[in-house]
């Protein structure tokens, strides 16, 4: 990562080994890589430190090779050692995880920061300093989060929209027939788990949630 303003949300997958029940963990990020997605978070928070670096190096070399940043998921130090500070590796946070601020301090300037935020006045008090983009939700409810919030739905993330100018991707319950309302209502991108890692076919999977994006993108700007 050698610039933050390139950071593509449109496609964001996030996972962890537990979401992978169809393929491996590195064969669904192989898969999803070939069919388009465009950014990789791995979240394993009960791991071992010495077990997720190994998994996060394992993937290293196939995100560098398509280009998509890898981004870690609220295990600060181990996204140092991966490199962060070099930009090797992204972050992201949520409320309850140690603050934004913090974190870029950490980490310095050069990786790419995200945080979760579900109302309009979280996103307010997001440091903009700080912060590249903002996860928005859960949009819809799911099951791939232990204790997740209730859904705020496609209004939400429009609510939220209202009062950032940080770039929104929507989280939480995705599919590709839901995409389309969710950038609708103003998200640069999608970060699904199970619909690309619950499909037979991980690429063809993330193709067509990137057409999905894509296309609804297009009819947002003709709006």
């Not at 995409?179 to 788990?193: D, F, L, M, R």
Request: include cysteine; hydrophobic fraction near 45%.
């Amino acid at each position: 990562m050698s610039a933050r303003q390139t950071l593509d949300l449109s496609v964001y997958l996030v996972l962890g080994r537990s979401d992978c029940r169809r393929h491996g963990l590195e064969e669904v990020v192989a898969r999803a890589l070939a069919g388009g997605a465009t950014l990789v978070q791995l979240r394993e928070k009960e791991l071992p430190a010495h077990d997720y670096l190994e998994l996060a190096r394992s993937l290293l070399p196939l995100l560098e090779k398509a280009g998509v940043p890898l981004m870690i998921n609220d295990r600060v130090e181990e996204a140092v050692v991966l490199g962060a500070a070099e930009g090797k590796v992204g972050l992201h946070v949520g409320q309850g995880d140690q603050p934004a601020l913090e974190v870029r301090a950490r980490v310095g300037h050069r990786p790419f920061l995200g945080l979760s935020v579900r109302r309009p006045e979280e996103a307010m008090a997001a440091p903009v300093e700080a912060v590249d983009h903002l996860g928005v939700g859960p949009v819809y409810a799911t099951t791939t989060k232990a204790n997740a919030a209730a859904p705020i739905g496609p209004a939400g993330v429009a609510a939220v929209r209202a009062v950032t100018a940080l770039p929104l991707v929507g989280i939480g319950g995705i599919t590709i027939d839901r995409a389309p309302e969710v950038i609708a209502a103003g998200a640069q991108g999608v970060a699904v788990v199970s619909a690309i890692t619950g499909s037979d076919d991980p690429e063809a999977a993330t193709a067509r949630l990137a057409r999905a994006v894509a296309d609804s993108k297009r009819l947002r700007r003709r709006s």
